[in-house]
Structures are given as C-alpha cells and as structure tokens.
C-alpha cells in the first residue's frame, strides 16, 4: 500500500530555531507539494515540484522558507528562523505525472513554535 | 483571482443524504475535485470531475455544472465515519504548465446518531 510518509509527525522548537521537514513521496509520482493548514487560512499551498524542478513557491514567505528535492526520493521544507506564527500543520502530497487534482496527502508535520 | 465558495458546516443523521454545494471563481478551469479530511488526519481524495454531469462511486457522488461555476459533493447512506471536513478545489491554470489546486476553506459535516 504506497503512502507518502513525513518526517517528523511532530516538532515543537523555540522561536529562532531551524526546523527541517521531510517527505518521501510515492514512488513513481513525479509531483511532489507542500501545504500549510491552520484554522484561520486553511489549506495553503507553499510550493510544488514536477520532476524535483520547482514550479511554483509563490506561496511560500522566501525570507524564512526554502524546499528543495535533492532526489526524486526525498523532499524537504526548512524554515530558518522559526517564528510562533509558523506553527500549524505542515502537508506534504505527490501526484501522477500531470496529477494536480488528485494528490496523495502524507499524515503532516505538526509543527509548534514556543 | 480564485475563490471557492462552500458552506462551513453541515449537520446531518444517520442514513440520511446530504449535499454539499460549491460555487468557484477562477482565470482558468480545468475541473473540480473533492478531498475528505478527518479530524487530526490529511485529506484524502474522493472525487474529480472535469465535465459536466454526475459522477458516482458508492455512496458517495460528485456533480459539476462548468457553465453554473457549480458543483456538489452528494453523500448517500449517511454513516457516522463520514463525520469529517469536505474540501472542495479547482486547478488554478496558473503560470506554470499543470497550474496548481486552490482550495476551499471546507465544510464541517457532522453526522448525528
């Protein structure tokens, strides 16, 4: 049964520290996405990968965030420095080739910023 | 811009049918698909439509009307394991080739014994 897994499934760090999320796609998916949910803005794409180029990080504050796919096996989101605001849940999803409207969600990274 | 319209919740009893609608404005549209998520858990996939009409599978069906800007999840045959929040999300066309899902802010179903 092919799932996406992440890495960590949780993480509460101070303020200012660097937090490092991982993400293992399912194999064969070529897409790969990173999402942010909390309560008030709800689902927010950050950024997306197609064949581990980067298509899309409009989303994604870039003075603090950077994701990058150093393989087709693994990608990561780094939030350095971390703020309280950044706390919330963290998705990552993959797709088919071409596969934007159905993607595949791993479990999240519950993220905590003290 | 986009934007989606969906009620933000829903009650509902056992057995019962429930619709839940939503209303899209996008630049582009490729078609409109449906996530379910559990509480504490990550979306799942339930459905995609990209023309008109209905599309079903089990108890669950989706409809798409392109021309209303209009679609609706439809669940049949309420089950309390559906209690969960109902996304519904429309390919942005964007910039880049494949553009990228917008979704709505979803909708709390609560199924009632």
């Known amino acids: 049964d092919a799932r996406v897994t992440q890495t960590p499934r949780h993480k509460v760090t101070e303020m200012g520290q660097e937090v490092t999320m991982r993400c293992q796609p399912i194999l064969g998916h070529n897409t790969v996405f990173w999402y942010r949910q909390t309560m008030m803005q709800g689902l927010e794409l950050l950024a997306y990968?197609?064949?581990?180029?980067?298509?899309?990080d409009s989303g994604m504050p870039k003075d603090r965030f950077s994701a990058e796919m150093p393989d087709a096996t693994l990608a990561t989101l780094k939030i350095q420095p971390s703020e309280p605001r950044d706390s919330a849940v963290y998705f990552c999803a993959s797709g088919r080739q071409g596969g934007v409207d159905e993607q595949y969600f791993g479990p999240g990274t519950r993220l905590t910023v003290t | 811009g986009q934007s989606l319209e969906q009620p933000s919740e829903v009650t509902a009893v056992e057995g019962a049918i429930v619709q839940i609608n939503c209303t899209y404005q996008?630049?582009?549209?490729?078609?409109l698909s449906w996530y379910q998520q559990h509480d504490g858990g990550a979306p799942t996939f339930l459905s995609y439509n990209a023309l008109d009409g209905l599309e079903e599978t089990g108890r669950f069906s989706s409809f798409l009307s392109r021309s209303d800007s209009y679609g609706y999840l439809l669940l049949q045959e309420l089950q309390m394991k559906d209690s969960a929040s109902y996304f519904c999300?429309?390919?942005?066309?964007?910039?880049?080739?494949?553009?990228?899902?917008?979704f709505g802010q979803g909708t709390e179903l609560s199924v009632k014994p």
């Open positions: 990968f197609r064949n581990r180029a980067p298509l899309d």
């Open positions: 999300a429309v390919r942005d066309k964007g910039e880049n080739q494949g553009g990228k899902l917008i």
């Open positions: 996008t630049s582009g549209f490729y078609g």
